[in-house]
Structure formats: C-alpha cells, structure tokens
C-alpha cells in the first residue's frame, strides 16, 4: 500500500471515535439474573452472578477473580446470513451478547449504502429516524477523512473489528425483554497485501440496546427505555472491579 494510503487508513482509525453507533447507555440487573431467556438450547450458560460481594479472604478464589481469570462468554454460531449479517441467535442473553457482537463486527462503518442494509434489517421498526441518523454518522466519518459523503471502503484499505469483552445486563422492569450490551472492541486497517498497519484504534467502548421483537434481537433508543440507561465500569482485562461489574471476555464459537 502507498504511503498516502497508509496515512488515510491511520487517518480513518483516528477519526473512529466520531462514529457511536448505538450509544444507548442503560443499565439493570446482571446476565446471569434474566428471565424468561431459551439460550439453554444453545448449550450456552450466562456468566456466573456479578450481584454478591466476594468475601475479602485471600482463601476466595473469587475475591481476586478477573475478567482474564474467568470463564469467556461463548458466543452462539449463526445459523445464516442475511442483508450483510450473521443471524439466527436465540431469544434469551446469549442471543442478545451475540446479536451485538456479530453486529458490531461487520458493520459497514465507513460505507453508507451496506451501513443502511445492515442497519435496516436490524434496527427495530419502533426506533423512529435511528437508521438514517446513523447512516448520516458514516457519511460524516467518510468526509471527515477525505472521503467522497457516499461510497465504499477505499481500494487498498481493509479494515476489521474485533470485540474483546462483553457486559450485558437488562433494564429495570423489561423482564429481560430489553438488553443492553457493553463491548470493548479494538479496530484495525489492513494494507493490500494483507500485513497489518502499524497503527489500531484499541480499547474503545461502545454500547447497543436491543430488544427481542419479531424473531430475532433489534436494536433500538425508544425513550422509555432510553431513560434507563446507566454507565458500565470501564473495561480492564486484569482488574477485579471490572469483573465484578459484569465484563467477561469474549470467545467465538468454533
């Protein structure tokens, strides 16, 4: 890849902090205390309850329990592939955890057209104007790194998403109807013979707040449920609080 290309995929990774899809901030009652969740036929478990206070005793394997020590949260595999997305997840938090996920790493963030696809088919019908705000957030990006407002990724530049770490929990009184999924997710750009570039936008926070309607998860910001959102403990793979506050680590289903 030219010089000039790779500085517009540093540039690209630079201005990723402009573009929030989802910013929904809730907050509720821990994974492991949904109800009314089917992801037993996964195989799939939530992680262990983040609710009780370990005790303080050395002796408690839990009182220095981390993210990095503790059981991944295994993602469910898609059954399919629609309008630029893996689908078929469960109803239930696992469903959800991997709905975003999945989501969020193939999004289309720097071209509007497949952005608009995939945002189409799984923003809920109830989020009124959600799409085209979003959309009208990848076109700012585009411009925002020299890009033409409409189009694609440019020729020469991949660039890929990688979630680390997960934190769900269901808002208050939804009865786990409505969940709110932190990632933590780093992004990178790839030249055209495939090495990496030297830079990636790393650690970043984003959230998505979606509820199970028609089959399948969807992500909306209707206000009542907008209204309850809260903030999650920033993410540190090494620190107990971030444990305790409900982040675990990632792993794909094979």
């Not at 630029?84 to 709905?99: D, E, H, M, N």
């Amino acid at each position: 890849m030219s010089d000039s290309k790779t500085r517009k995929a540093r540039l690209t990774l630079a201005a990723l902090g402009v573009l929030v899809v989802g910013a929904l901030i809730g907050g509720g009652v821990t994974a492991a205390t949904l109800l009314g969740g089917d992801d037993s036929k996964s195989g799939n478990t939530p992680p262990a309850p983040t609710t009780a206070k370990p005790s303080a005793s050395s002796s408690n394997p839990l009182a220095t329990m981390t993210p990095a020590k503790a059981r991944k949260f295994t993602l469910q595999k898609p059954t399919g592939q629609k309008d630029g997305l893996s689908t078929g997840f469960s109803k239930g938090p696992v469903g959800a955890v991997s709905t975003a996920v999945y989501f969020w790493e193939e999004y289309a963030f720097l071209d509007d057209q497949k952005a608009r696809q995939q945002l189409n088919a799984i923003v809920s019908p109830d989020a009124e104007g959600y799409v085209d705000e979003q959309v009208s957030e990848v076109r700012k990006l585009r411009e925002q790194v020299g890009l033409p407002p409409s189009g694609g990724t440019p020729a020469g530049i991949t660039f890929s998403t990688s979630v680390s770490a997960v934190r769900v929990t269901s808002l208050k009184g939804t009865e786990g109807k409505i969940v709110q999924v932190w990632m933590n997710y780093d992004r990178y750009a790839t030249k055209a013979d495939g090495t990496p570039d030297g830079d990636s936008f790393k650690d970043q926070d984003t959230d998505l707040l979606l509820k199970w309607q028609n089959g399948g998860w969807k992500i909306t910001n209707e206000p009542q449920y907008w209204a309850k959102r809260s903030y999650a403990h920033a993410y540190f793979p090494d620190e107990h609080l971030s444990w305790v506050d409900g982040w675990r680590q990632v792993g794909h289903a094979d």
